[in-house]
Structure formats: structure tokens, C-alpha cells
């Protein structure tokens, strides 16, 4: 059993910077990210939840292409917690992010929601 939860969301202008955060925790793991692979995720209004960054427990990283160039995924392996910088933000970015957490299981946390101002 993992459980994620994200802050960091919030309203933006365009070209503005925001920094999400995943705080994980297990009862059972004490290193989450050596078990699994770790992804943010966004569901705009009307629209399927799409991939926006991952980080594979090899630290293998996947942008969209939407994304490349201004989002960074990390992650702070002693404190558990996975990081979405966002830089350079549009409108388009508007959308509920999510954490995601993937190996036999897959896990998700509730949400945050980031809008950018058109």
C-alpha cells in the first residue's frame, strides 16, 4: 500500500513557474522510488488524463512533448517525495496534475489543481 499526496498547485500567469511535490508513503517500503516508478499525469476539463513526465526507478526520464524543455521531474529519494517543476507555463497547462506511482500495483494520489490564467 503506497499513498501519494500533491501540493503545490495553484493559479499562475502565463510564462510563470510552479512547483508541484508528491509526498509518498508506505507501510510496508521505506525506499518507495527503489520499488516504483514514479509519473505525473494531468486531466484537463473534457479530456482523457494524458502522461506529462516520468521517472523510472532507474531514473530513466520520459517527457511529453508538450512539456520537454520547460518541466523537470525529480525526486528526493530520503524524503520520499517526487517534484514537477513546471517553468514557462501556458494556458494550455490548466489541468488536475496527479501522482503516480507503478510496479505490480499502480497507485495514485487525489490531485492538485494547477490553472494558468489565459
Known amino acids: 500500500q503506497v499513498q501519494l499526496v500533491e501540493s503545490g498547485g495553484g493559479l499562475v500567469q502565463p510564462g510563470g513557474s510552479l512547483r508541484l511535490s508528491c509526498a509518498a508513503s508506505s507501510t510496508i517500503f521505506s525506499s518507495i522510488f527503489v520499488v516504483y516508478n514514479m509519473a505525473w499525469y494531468r486531466q484537463a476539463p473534457g479530456k482523457q488524463r494524458e502522461l506529462v513526465a516520468s521517472?523510472?526507478?532507474?531514473?530513466?526520464?520520459n517527457y511529453a512533448d508538450s512539456v520537454k524543455g520547460r518541466f523537470t521531474i525529480s525526486r528526493d529519494n530520503a524524503k520520499n517525495t517526487l517534484y514537477l517543476q513546471m517553468n514557462n507555463l501556458k494556458p494550455e497547462d490548466t489541468a488536475v496534475y496527479y501522482c503516480?506511482?507503478?510496479?505490480?500495483?499502480?497507485?495514485w494520489g487525489q490531485g492538485t489543481q494547477v490553472t494558468v490564467l489565459p
Open positions: 503516480n506511482a507503478n510496479s505490480r500495483h499502480e497507485y
Open positions: 521517472i523510472g526507478r532507474d531514473e530513466s526520464l
